[in-house]
C-alpha cells in the first residue's frame, strides 16, 4: 500500500472519530488539530514498521527525541503567556506543531515528496489548529515547525 493512501486512510479514520467526539462540543478543528499531532508520528512508526526499517527506526528516535527536548527546554526557558489563557505562560513554541512537523519532515526526508506533500499538509493543519483555538500564536506555531523539521535535517542520514 503507497503512503498517501496510508495516510489518507488514517486520516479518514481520525477525522471520522474526531468528528464523532466533537460534534457537541463545537472544537473540531483544535480536536483535529490534537489528533493530527499524534498522526503524524505514528504514522512515520507505521512506515518503519510496514517497511521493515531497522535503521530509520533509531534516526526517527533521535530526530523525534531532539525536537521533544528542544521543545521542552524552550518552553521551561521563554515565559511566554498563551493568547487569552493569563495564567498559562508555555506558549513558545507550540510542541503540537513541532511533533507533527518532525514526523512530516522524517517522512518526506526518509521515503520522499510523495510522502512529505500529504504530511506537511497535515502538519500545517496543526499549526493552524493551535492558532484557531488561542492555544498559540504564528510565531509559536513557526517556532515549532522550525524546531520539527530542524531537529530532522539537523541529523544526516540517507533516504531509502
Known amino acids: 500500500m503507497c503512503m498517501s493512501k496510508i495516510i489518507s486512510t488514517l486520516t479518514l479514520i481520525f477525522l471520522l472519530g474526531s468528528f464523532k467526539i466533537s460534534y457537541c462540543q463545537n472544537h473540531t478543528i483544535e480536536t483535529v488539530g490534537d489528533i493530527t499531532q499524534l498522526a503524524l508520528p505514528a504514522t512515520a512508526v507505521a512506515m518503519l514498521i510496514i517497511k521493515k526499517d531497522k535503521k530509520g527506526v533509531w534516526q526517527y528516535a533521535k ?82 515547525a522550525t524546531i520539527g523539521i530542524g531537529s530532522t535535517y539537523l541529523l544526516k542520514f540517507r533516504t531509502q
Open 63 to 144: 530526530a523525534c527525541g531532539t525536537t521533544i527536548l528542544v521543545t521542552r527546554i524552550l518552553k521551561e526557558v521563554v515565559v511566554k503567556e498563551r493568547p487569552g489563557e493569563a495564567w498559562s505562560f508555555d506558549s513558545f513554541p507550540s510542541g503540537h506543531t513541532s511533533i507533527a512537523f518532525s514526523g512530516a519532515s522524517f517522512l518526506q526526508k526518509r521515503y520522499g515528496w510523495k510522502y512529505g506533500i500529504p504530511a506537511y499538509a497535515l502538519a500545517t493543519f496543526t499549526g493552524y489548529s493551535r492558532v484557531y483555538a488561542k492555544k498559540h500564536d504564528i510565531i509559536d506555531v513557526l517556532a515549532g
